[in-house]
């Protein structure tokens, strides 16, 4: 069986995520690492070079693919480029911090014909894969509530909270978008509501830590989402789709089955420590999707169109705030 | 122990349950019935007389309290003849339709210095209780999200629907009325969407099936209520107050335990058929309240006052979904 | 609605749980209480006389049936004189302590006959009857393996225990009784350990607190039996059934539905204190069915022959562990 | 990092398992097969070289270790070989059909110092090493009693069957040597009965398809196993332990958690296919432990004498059913 070379670029905590992910391929090879500034330990604990541009790695290491794990703002350039070496590409969200920068990555792409996937992790996660694929199907008629219970575990440290375009476009863009993959269209009406519950001192970099959202579509459903940067009870990510022929509930996974009844109470199995741990099996979906895409052809499952769908549902939510 | 002896005016569903609560309370004991038009078989039933007036009731058997459970609109002309006879009372939910009468009746009823409960049967759930007495005793800490969702079974008869106020003042006011227990005030802002999701012929009497809202509190929570007439899959009420130092979770509580694990797959225990089988427990507390308040004397665990603050959300709720 | 009138033999512990079953039950009618030496202050609590002999108590208030919740020695001169009275019975379990005994009975009972019901309250649980039911009616086939995990909170005093007849015989035999009446004829095998784990002491009594047993019958199934008197995580008694086409759970009701999660972990709703929280709805089962007996007359669900049964497996169990 | 080279002797199912395994692990890389008669697509899947002989692996491609994924009748000859290599090795269970067998391997390997690991699957899964940890650290107090339900989905074929050994040496041995884990000595009784529940013509071949247990340690615990090869639910693996200061459950983990609440019930998360499936973790546990003692040396979790003690009392159960 052929194995597709791949080169990352980027050498951060996301770049061994993928770098894991495609060693697991059986029918992908690690080629390299692309940093330009100061690489991690990752390209020699895989044992692959790194190479201080995406130009020197496609001479050197002639890739069939890359991955883009480096900082935001680089974004477009590395799919600009991508697109120039005829390389497919999976791409990290977000696609970049403004829309116009999206719609030149859109047009780049879309005119040169190559697949480029975006990786919302979420949309990858086998089990809301099997909620929408259930709607989709019509398993529970037409959609009339959608709920997303959204926790973190901790607030980020407050210097990296400043380079993330704030908490609805860091971290609930990702219920933002998965309701546009399950309802298809932008919400007729956004009711927003963004708090400081943890930490008041948010202020000074203009973000908040809690965020509160009523979503509606005409003839269509309406949307709760409560997310919070802290639950003192652990990492939990939950979705109910009501419809007028049943109920689809995805609860969170539990790292163990195992059950302790002592005198002080039932202890059930363990949670998850956060997203990384919780989408793993996600972020081997888009890898695998990535695979599936250079041997088979045909369209990504998610697109820079869903990157530009998410940027506008955030910042309708953020006006809406105000 | 001395037995109190009560009165329950009405012979209908309601009044039936009631019946069969003071006749399991040790220290009550039905006493009669009152109805001014046509007695149903539930006088019979108990082997109790049933009379045309609460005035006649009251010369014939001497009651130490009433219970009323007639139309709505009665219910304010039943507290004034209460307070007359020098009887403490239970009143069921609403007080009255219109917010002159019910502050009529907190008139009447406050200068008497009688005790008046007031029925919204939820406040005295064990369960429901359970949550609000570990949220007042700071088991969550600092409330910061609270999620009502709420599904009955299927739509009441339309020609029902239409003398019952609508599914905000109707069916909502048991979310609302909660909110306002569990929170201690008012919503600062009110967010409503009303759907006709089940019957769209329900235009024709002003009514709706489903009910969306975002409740806001300054220096406190948010609140999502998601409410529906029809849920295929059966009666639920689930109840999640999300807080600074933990989360407390009611979910329905089943008939059985039992559960059949077949090739077709996992069948868990089986629901409750509506809110009366639901709230049987708290049903029996309200009435176990009245009896404590005829031992012991005291202050009504949910009074007038309340109906009061639930009417008025309920009209906020409407206001806001135009 | 007439209401029959019940003399309840006892005024102990399980003479409280059966009146309080009368006074809930809407055909049912406490008339008085027999106690022979000292009367605890049960019948003044429900407003009753009570009566040093059954004799007197038959004249004084014309009773249509009795409770027999006496000392386990007097069942047997009970039942006969009930027979005497021509009044049908309920009596509590065990009928005797000696074989000769329960056939007296038996052979008395038969001849009158009187409808006379054995108190297993297990049988007349709803969720065990549903077990029961199911497996009746082909739900899982043929039966193959039957699991009962029976735990209690903590030993009795061992001044109780010496007067129980055993841990087999005063515990274990709810778990046999409900052996016979799912599998429906003795075991052909019997393979059994008795242990001291809790309190080595017991050997001064001759008595155990654990037990384990695989009962085997032919063409039939196996059951595993595992019984202990101490229980840290609490009172747990649940059974599984496995059969060719499905298997049936039933796990522990919970007290309540509201789960906590915290920092510590998450809590689940709480289990019954003992037996008698726990089986509450089964004893008043058991009062109802005494009340349809006297209403309509037929067969008691539970009779002295199951008794007598239980008591051949009890002593089964006790020999196979020497 | 240096990566460890491993040859995989054997192309069957079982092979194919270890070889995803060794392509997933960082430190180890797939040097190639062996198979004498018939190789399977495996090592072109892979694109490894398959040798006819592990002396022409050794020579041809020099491995660190060797992975024994044969039929059982070869494992001693490979263990021999790889001492007479110096090679460590991971040997599939069991060690041999006869005692003597063992023994012969037993006293080879040791004599060479060389580490050789078991494969036990379920010592390495992480819900059961977990259990196994907290009843070591002493969470649950003193082991009183132990439940083992191992349900498998359905029979193999008759010809498979034959040449396994039987229910207990092939499928119940895990459930034995799980316990020999857990209580650290052979039980002092063993009571045993076998059925053919499934298949009556199993008999044909001296096999049946039920079995169940009650194994007992003096001054210990009592287990009771309970062991089918067709269950209707689907697989199923369970174990419980109950001790004097707690009790452990380890249920089954599921495919998925999402649930379908419909008009026809509620449809849990699905259930693993097989043993291969639910151990999937544990069958990478192995080889990731082969690859811990080739960095940094140390004694097999799971070691040939494992494999003896399970065959001692895979022989007393089938001894103690007849």
Redesign the interface.
């Known amino acids: ?1 052929r ?1 597709y070379r791949i080169v990352i670029v980027g050498t951060g905590r996301i770049a061994a995520v993928h770098a894991r992910s495609v ?2 391929s ?1 029918s992908l090879e690690l080629a390299g690492f692309v940093d330009t500034v100061a690489a991690s330990s990752l390209p ?4 692959v070079p790194c190479f201080p541009t995406l130009g020197e790695a496609a001479g050197a290491v002639v890739p069939d693919a890359i991955v883009i794990a480096s900082p935001t703002d680089t974004h477009v350039s590395y799919l600009a480029l991508a697109v120039d070496l005829g390389l497919p590409a999976l791409c990290e969200k977000p696609v970049a911090r403004d829309r116009r920068s999206i719609e030149v990555a859109m047009d780049i792409v879309s005119r040169s014909g190559l697949p480029v996937i975006l990786g919302f992790h979420r949309r990858f996660d ?2 809301r894969r ?2 929408q694929n ?1 709607i989709a199907a019509g ?2 008629g ?1 959609t ?2 959608i ?1 997303q ?1 959204s ?1 973190d575990v901790s607030l980020p440290d407050r210097r990296v909270s400043a380079h993330q375009g704030g908490i609805v476009a860091d971290m609930v863009v990702h219920d933002l978008d998965e309701l546009l993959w399950l309802v298809g269209r932008q919400p007729d ?1 956004v ?1 927003a ?1 963004l ?1 400081r ?2 930490d008041a001192g948010l202020v000074e970099i203009g973000d908040h830590d ?1 965020v ?3 979503l ?1 579509w005409n003839d269509g459903p ?1 949307a ?1 989402v ?1 997310a ?1 940067r ?5 990492f939990e990510q939950r979705l109910e789709v ?1 419809g ?10 539990r790292i ?8 002080q ?4 199995d363990r949670r998850h420590a956060g997203f990384g741990e919780r989408y793993r099996d996600a972020y081997q979906a888009e890898i695998d999707h990535l695979a599936d895409l250079l041997r088979c052809g045909g369209d990504p499952f998610c697109s820079l169109e869903d990157g530009l769908n998410a940027f506008d549902l955030v910042e309708r939510v953020v006006d809406a705030a105000q």
């Open positions: 069986m194995k060693h697991r059986p020699s604990h895989w044992g086998p089990m099997e909620v259930r398993g529970i037409k009339e509530h709920l219970l926790r009406r009711h509501r708090d519950n943890v809690t509160s959202l009523q509606e309406v709760h409560s919070t802290r639950a003192v009870h652990g009501f007028s022929a049943g109920r689809l509930v995805c609860d969170d996974p163990s089955c195992v059950r302790l009844d002592s005198a109470g039932t202890y059930l």
